[in-house]
């Protein structure tokens, strides 16, 4: 059983198109997350929330969008996709607060825009 | 061998020997810090982690050290092994926040 499941694991898809990826945590946590991976392995955070709250929303683009149906499920949309946003995009789950930090990641969405 | 995770990102080691990863953080107000190892295609996986009112924290082949004068973490790998080749990445937990800032990360291969 995975714990942190994220579709698809790849996708590939032309400038200027909108595409989602979809995470789900079967660990019953409070806090789920997206990174941003860049091609040297450089970890960012992009947005975390807490029971379907948004309570990060670092320094990205508009064109990103999470959405939290509840919490088991955080997505992520992407508008008007760019060359930058080629990445590999990791979801995370953890229990939450400020004394449960560790982090469950899924397998990642290896992103290629053309 | 050693690595300095920030300005030596990759460390090659024999198998069978220790390894030793080192990781510089930057905030004296981080009170949590963690490994994660990273196998190619997989997602950061935890390994140990550590708070800051510790030194030293042991798991299964894994120690992990903490200098919080010259803020400065290591991770310590005993007797490496094929298996143990990934990238590891160090990461720290700014007291009252809620997520986590990650390091660059250190290619470990061992070499059979």
């Known amino acids: 059983d995975t714990a942190v499941s994220q579709t698809p694991k790849y996708l590939v898809t032309q400038m200027g198109n909108d595409k989602s990826i979809k995470c789900e945590q079967n660990?019953?946590?409070?806090?789920m997350y997206w990174y941003k991976q860049d091609s040297k392995k450089f970890l960012k955070i992009m947005f975390s929330?807490?029971?379907?709250?948004?309570?990060i929303n670092e320094t990205v683009p508009n064109r990103f969008s999470p959405k939290s149906p509840d919490k088991a499920h955080l997505n992520l949309h992407i508008n008007s996709l760019e060359l930058g946003d080629s990445a590999v995009y990791f979801c995370?789950?953890?229990?939450?607060?400020?004394?449960?930090?560790?982090?469950?990641f899924g397998s990642g969405t290896q992103l290629s825009v053309l | 061998g050693e690595s300095v995770g920030l300005h030596l990102p990759t460390l090659s080691v024999q198998e069978g020997d220790n390894s030793i990863i080192n990781c510089a953080y930057s905030?004296?107000?981080?009170?949590?810090f963690i490994w994660y190892k990273q196998e190619s295609g997989k997602g950061p996986q935890f390994i140990i982690d550590?708070?800051?009112?510790?030194d030293k924290r042991q798991g299964q082949r894994v120690t992990v050290l903490l200098n919080k004068t010259v803020k400065h973490l290591s991770l310590q790998i005993a007797a490496t092994q094929p298996g143990d080749s990934a990238v590891y990445f160090c990461?720290?937990?700014?007291?009252?926040?809620?997520?986590?800032?990650f390091g660059t990360g250190t290619r470990l291969t061992v070499i059979p």
């Open positions: 995370a789950s953890s229990e939450g607060g400020t004394t449960n930090e560790k982090l469950f």
């Open positions: 660990l019953g946590h409070d806090t």
């Open positions: 929330y807490n029971n379907k709250e948004l309570i």
């Open positions: 905030n004296s107000a981080s009170d949590y």
């Open positions: 550590i708070r800051s009112n510790m």
């Open positions: 990461a720290e937990k700014l007291r009252g926040a809620n997520n986590l800032f």
